[in-house]
Each structure stands twice: as C-alpha cells, then as structure tokens.
C-alpha cells in the first residue's frame, strides 16, 4: 500500500487526560472553543453532524457514502460523541467550497460539524478533502485538510479523517487508523483450531497470518506495528516466534529444551521480555533481538510470568505467585528488588503498561469471577472496568483511552470473543469478527 499522508500534517496539540473521564459538551453559553472536557461528571456525547461527502468525480460517489459511514461508526463507537442523522438535518452540503449556512445546524444543536470532497483521479487515487466545524462559534476548526491513497485503502483514509476530528476535539491522540492482532478460533471447544489474524481496530479488514496446525497463543505488536510476537505449540512445547507481517518470514526465538512463552516488545522493539521454563522453574529473561543475547531477570523458586515494560523502557510489571498467590509486581528492566503493587481481594495478572505510563491494565479473579481493571504504577486508585464468567488479556489503545480483552462465556458451547471497554468504565462493546478471537493486541503504530 502506498503511505497515506495529511496536508497540513500540523494536528492539535496532544494533551493528557485525567483517569476519571466523561465527556462536558461546550453549548451556545460557552466562552471558549469547542472542545470536549475531561471531568467527573457523567454528561450526554458531543451532537455533532457529517452531511454527505461531496463526489466530485462520478466513480467516487459510493465511495464518498462509504467514507461518511465509517468517520460516524468511528466517532460514534468512541462514546464521546452522538450523531445527528441525516433525516434531521436541514441542509446538506452540494459544493464543498461554499458557506455554511451555520444557522441551519444550530437548529438542530449540531455543535461540530465535519463536511468533505472525495474525488478519483487516475489509477484509482482517492483524495479527500475535509473541513471541521465549531457550529456555534460559526469558525473552521481545520481547514485545507486533505488525505490521500489508493482506491483499497478508502477505510484508512476515513479512520484517519475521524482521528484528526478526535484529536481537535478531545486534544488527545486518535486510536481509529490502527490494527490488532488477535488469535481467530474455530470449532467446538474442546477441538478448537487456532490461527494467528489482523484486523482493524472495528474488526474489519480480517487477514490470516498463520495456518491452524498447531495451537498459537498470546500475539504481541511490536512499537512500530510490522512485527507479532506469538507463542506457538508446533514443535511440541510452547516456544516464542517472531513474525515480520509485510514478509511474512518468522523465526523462533529462546532455542531451548524447555518451554517459553509470554513474550513482548521492548518500546525500542530490539529486545523481548519473555518467560522460560527450564527444570520446573519459570523466570523473566530478555533477549536481544539482533545478537540472541539472552539475560535473566529473576531468580526465585516462584512463578514469574507475563512481564510489560513501562513506556520509557526503565522498569517491568509483572506476575508472581512469590507471596503464595499470583499478584502483580514492578521491578527495575534490568532485574533487582521487586515491589508488589496489587494488594485487593483475589488474584492479579497479566499486568500492561499503559502507552501514557501512568496505568497498568490487569485481570483480577476473585470469587469465581473474572475483571478488566486499571490501577496507578503504585497500586493505588484501583478501579475494576468488567465483570464475567471469563475476561482475560487486556491491551492498550494506543492513546491509553480504551482497552480490548476477550470474553469467553460459560458452558460447553462456551466460546471466546473481543470487546472494548473505555477505561472509565463506560462503553462496552463486542468488537465483530469473522469467527470466534482471543488474546488481542492492539499496534502502537500502523505502516
């Protein structure tokens, strides 16, 4: 695929947010711009409004339609803002370049307003041209906007229109142009085949990456999204692979008489963080990717296990059974002194860093119940997001807005499937797939 690329590049700043989220929509007795507001109430989403595109070529007609429909599903899906239908508005958009007529959306309490152009130039070309609109301040909030690329890659190019409308109205990084690997199931349970598969963040796009031979486990992104970390069973025992996705070549990594398992990226995707299990004793090691240097990090008669760096790479969450019970600890990346931060009732496990570094994601198993929760890198301010029979395996958006995880329900016709939960608790969603999924990770970066 041909890279896609903005003109201006120049977004709105990135700024953080506060764990407690909810979404204040700025109305007509506003002094400031538009923005969404992170605060602790719990107020409606954001209306705003996307009128048809304007085809300004007669092949990009459908397409136009297609585009709008993926900027409201993405926008929409967030939680953080709520469409005004077609069939409301009284006005559309016919020339791209005209005035609008503000006073006909303020009717209809349109507080953003985002209007395009797709046109088709030869070979297929796709360009869009889009506009965004602070309704009330009747003031363009992104003019001369513009996205490019082949006719195939028409949904990147709209999940790329709907970040930058995210990011200028929440000041916070989009997650919407991004993949996840995920392990694609089919079968009864029991006999389950298992492969290796990408797709977008909204389930589209499904692409295998590995037959169903032998059973794979856990994927993980590398930083820059052109790699998978994996745990494959095909030579008997689990063992560590890595997969490059544009060459699709692999190569195993940890060449061991044991087992190894659990793997992930360092942030500078050189190293992996990785469990071995060696004489009956499992512990954290981290191998160069480039030399096969291979150094242990801990050293104990414990379990340790499901090891995440922390953003900038300095220390390392994990899980342990060392206090009798498996719990979440932090240690320095380099191994020494670790520290237990999980300190509720039940179980803790397989700990992430959130990409911001200010979180860490986990599952908690408590009275024959399964959660999704957040906790500070401290263990303080520990909040549970899900209940179930079965929630495993969180992973980060890459703006540490949302998490995905998988859900498997109960029975013997008890199957595992993907969802999405904002870290405030809210939005819940089932992420469609083309079959049963498991263990996802959601890309960093996506080329």
């Given amino acids: 695929m041909r890279p896609l690329h903005v003109l201006p590049a120049a977004l709105a700043a990135i700024l953080s947010l506060f764990l407690a989220q909810s979404v204040v929509a700025q109305g007509k007795s506003r002094t400031g711009p538009l923005r969404i507001e992170i605060t602790n109430g719990v107020i409606e989403p ?8 304007v085809a300004t070529t007669a092949t990009s007609q459908q397409v136009a339609k297609d585009i709008v429909g993926v ?25 791209f370049d005209a005035p609008v007529q503000f006073a006909d959306w303020q009717a209809i309490n349109a507080q953003a307003l985002v209007t395009g152009a797709v046109s088709e130039g030869l070979g297929g070309r796709l360009t869009v041209k889009f506009r965004l609109f602070d309704v009330f301040a009747q003031t363009s909030m992104g003019g001369g906007l513009q996205f490019s690329g082949g006719r195939k890659d028409w949904r990147r190019i709209a999940h790329k229109v709907a970040d930058t409308v995210y990011s200028r109205l929440t000041g916070e990084q989009g997650y919407f142009d991004s993949r996840v690997a995920f392990v694609s199931e089919t079968g009864p349970k029991g006999q389950r085949m298992r492969r290796l598969a990408l797709m977008d963040y909204d389930g589209a796009n499904y692409r ?4 169903d031979r032998s059973i794979v486990l856990a994927p993980r992104f590398s930083p820059d999204g052109t790699r ?19 060459t699709m070549r692999r190569r195993r990594l940890a060449d061991t008489k044991g087992m190894s398992f659990a793997p992930r990226f360092s942030p500078d995707g050189k190293r992996v963080l990785l469990s071995l299990s060696e004489a009956g004793n499992t512990d954290l090691y981290v191998e160069n ?20 760096f922390s953003p900038d790479g300095k220390q390392i969450a994990f899980e342990s059974d060392r206090s ?27 700990p992430v860093w959130s990409p911001r570094g200010d979180l860490i994601a986990f599952t908690n198993i408590n009275n024959g119940r399964f959660h999704i929760g957040v906790m500070r890198v401290d263990g303080s301010e520990e909040r549970l997001l899900t209940s179930s029979f079965l929630d495993e395996g969180p992973t980060w958006a890459p703006n540490g807005r949302v998490l995905m995880f998988f859900r498997e329900t109960r029975g013997v016709s008890g199957a595992p499937s993907i969802y999405s939960v904002d870290i405030s608790g809210r939005n819940l969603k089932k992420i469609p797939t083309p079959a049963y999924a498991s263990d996802p990770s959601w890309s960093r970066e996506r080329k």
């Fill in 71 to 95: 900027i409201v599903s993405d926008l929409t899906g967030s939680g953080l803002f709520r469409e005004i239908p077609p069939n409301a508005q009284i006005s559309g958009i016919s020339n």
């Fill in 46 to 53: 954001m209306p705003f409004a996307v009128p048809a595109f």
């Fill in 228 to 246: 998978v970390l994996y745990t494959s069973y095909e030579t008997g025992t689990p063992q560590v692979f890595v997969l490059n996705t544009r």
């Fill in 208 to 211: 295998a990456l590995t037959d």
């Fill in 289 to 308: 990717l480039a030399s096969g240097k291979r150094t242990r990090l801990t050293v104990a008669p414990s379990i340790e296990t499901a090891g995440s």
């Fill in 324 to 350: 009798g019970a498996q719990q979440i600890y932090i240690m320095p990346a380099g191994g020494g002194e670790a520290q237990r931060i999980s300190f509720g009732a039940g179980r803790y496990g397989t």
